[in-house]
């Protein structure tokens, strides 16, 4: 079984801090995205990587920075935190074989942003 | 612009069948997905369709008409364990997945 896992399933900081949000699989997969996730409204692609030391932007990239340092991990960063970006933050990896693969989710961190 | 759209919420009886649907108008199709997310928890895959018709997995059933930009998703024998939400996203000429802000399933005993 794929696994993915997000280093916290909730998160409280304080506007302006720096946040760091951790993704790990264990699948050796290439791709991996992060999303947020807000009421009445689809999941909306951040960042994705399709290889170590690769990242593209996704739709809603502002705010926002990421690390792919080694192929199992994909860090999404607040480089300072607003209020806006209180939000269910979702990552998700697929192994990179077909540009139609699935991809799996990790449990997804809430993050509070007061 | 690119555009799925799902009901927000519907409602059904332990035991009966329940039709999701799914519309989508997208920049070129490859592919259409469809995930349970049971709340505060991880999308789970449930299906993928690339081809008309319909495609049977048990109690779920999934079914695709790219002419009219139509997927539906089929559930019989409804648990309570069904209760979640179902999100439908396809696959766009640039292999971009666009995601649907998904239907919430209430199951009634």
């Known amino acids: 079984d794929v696994k993915v896992t997000q280093s916290s399933r909730y998160l409280v900081k304080r506007t302006g801090e720096k946040v760091f949000l951790e993704c790990v699989q264990d699948?050796?997969?290439?791709?991996m995205f992060w999303y947020r996730q807000d009421p009445g409204l689809g999941l909306r692609l951040i960042y994705f990587?399709?290889?170590?030391?690769?990242?593209e932007k996704g739709d809603i990239p502002e705010g926002y920075s990421v690390s792919r340092e080694k192929k199992e991990r994909f860090s999404l960063i607040l480089e300072s935190a607003s209020t806006n970006q209180t939000s269910m933050y979702l990552c998700?990896?697929?192994?990179?074989?077909?540009?139609?693969?699935?991809?799996?989710f990790g449990p997804g961190t809430r993050l509070t942003v007061l | 612009g690119q555009n799925i759209d799902q009901p927000t919420e519907m409602t059904a009886t332990e035991g009966a069948i329940v039709q999701i649907n799914c519309t989508y108008q997208?920049?070129?199709?490859?592919?259409l997905f469809w995930y349970q997310q049971h709340a505060g928890e991880a999308p789970t895959f449930l299906s993928y369709?690339?081809l008309d018709g319909l495609e049977e997995k048990g109690r779920f059933s999934s079914f695709l008409s790219r002419s009219k930009g139509y997927s539906y998703l089929l559930l019989k024998e409804l648990q309570m364990k069904d209760s979640a939400s179902y999100l439908c996203?396809?696959?766009?000429?640039?292999?971009?997945?666009?995601w649907g802000a998904g239907t919430k399933l209430i199951i009634k005993p």
């Open positions: 998700a990896s697929s192994p990179g074989t077909a540009e139609t693969d699935t991809q799996y």
């Open positions: 699948m050796d997969h290439e791709n």
């Open positions: 990587s399709y290889d170590v030391k690769m990242k």
């Open positions: 997208t920049s070129g199709f490859n592919g």
């Open positions: 369709n690339v």
């Open positions: 996203a396809v696959i766009d000429s640039n292999y971009q997945l666009i």
